[in-house]
C-alpha cells in the first residue's frame, strides 16, 4: 500500500462548474476524512466517514458540498455550483480507529488543488 | 470553543536549535501532535505526545508538553536546511470520541545560511 492518494492534483474550473475529487485510503483504514485547507491556514474539518457510514459534517459544508464513500473504501467529494471561494487545497486523510494500539495518527494525501475562475 | 494557536513565522540559522511554540485551550486533550507540511506535500505526522507524559524525545526532535499552562513545544536539535516546512500543531479531546483534531495556522520555519 503506498499511501493515501488523492486526484486530480490540480483542478482549474470556471464558476458554476462542478467538480469531484477522489480519495483512495490506506486498505485498512476505516476512517476517511476531508479537510479543506487555504493559504495561511491549517486543515478545516469538512466531513468524515467510518467504512461506509458518513458520521458528521462540519457546518463550512454548504449543501452544494457533498460527500460520499459508498463501498467504505474510495471517497468522493463533489462541489457543485463552484464559486471562487471554493479555491482551496482539498486534503483526504485516513486513520485506523484509535485505540491503545495506535496514536490516531492520520495519514495525509498530497491534496487536490481547486482553483475557480 | 477549542483553539490552538502558533506564532505564524520562525527564522533561525542552520546549524542552531528551533523551538516551535503552540498553546491550546482544550483541557481534555488527549494525544497532542506535531505536523510537518512541506512545500505542494500532504501533512505527515513528525511526533506525538500523550497528555499524562511531559517530555517525549525522539532523535533530534524534543517534545515538551506544560499541561497547567496548556503549552506545548517542539524543539528541533541541529536545523538543516531540509527541517524548512510550516509546523502544524494539533489536539484531539478523549480518546476516540472527539473524531476531529483541533489544529493551528502552523508555524512556516525558515532556515537561514
Known amino acids: 500500500d503506498t499511501g493515501v492518494s488523492q486526484d486530480p492534483r490540480h483542478k482549474i474550473t470556471k464558476r458554476g462548474q462542478n467538480v469531484t475529487f477522489r480519495c483512495d485510503p490506506i486498505s485498512e483504514h476505516n476512517r476517511l476524512y476531508w479537510y479543506r485547507q487555504t493559504l495561511g491556514q491549517g486543515p478545516e474539518f469538512l466531513t468524515y466517514f467510518q467504512n461506509e457510514a458518513q458520521l458528521e459534517k462540519s457546518r463550512l459544508l454548504s449543501d452544494r458540498f457533498s460527500a460520499e464513500r459508498p463501498k467504505g473504501s474510495f471517497s468522493t467529494l463533489e462541489i457543485q455550483r463552484t464559486e471562487q471561494g471554493d479555491s482551496a487545497m482539498y486534503l483526504c486523510a485516513s486513520r485506523a480507529t484509535l485505540s491503545g494500539e495506535n496514536t490516531g495518527e492520520l495519514f495525509f494525501g498530497e491534496g487536490s488543488r481547486l482553483t475557480v475562475l | 470553543g477549542e483553539d490552538v494557536e502558533q506564532s505564524l513565522f520562525l527564522s533561525v540559522r542552520e546549524g542552531d536549535s528551533s523551538v516551535i511554540n503552540c498553546t491550546y485551550t482544550d483541557s481534555s486533550s488527549t494525544y497532542l501532535y506535531w505536523y510537518k507540511q512541506e512545500p505542494g506535500a500532504g501533512l505527515q505526522l513528525l511526533t506525538y505526545i500523550f497528555s499524562n507524559m511531559d517530555m517525549k524525545q525522539d532523535q533530534r526532535l524534543t517534545v515538551l508538553l506544560n499541561k497547567k499552562d496548556k503549552h506545548l513545544s517542539l524543539r528541533i536539535a541541529d536545523t538543516q536546511t531540509g527541517d524548512s516546512a510550516i509546523y502544524f500543531c494539533?489536539?484531539?479531546?478523549?480518546?476516540?470520541?472527539?473524531?476531529?483534531?483541533?489544529w493551528g495556522a502552523g508555524t512556516k520555519l525558515i532556515i537561514k545560511p
Open positions: 494539533a489536539e484531539t479531546g478523549i480518546m476516540d470520541s472527539n473524531y476531529q483534531l483541533i
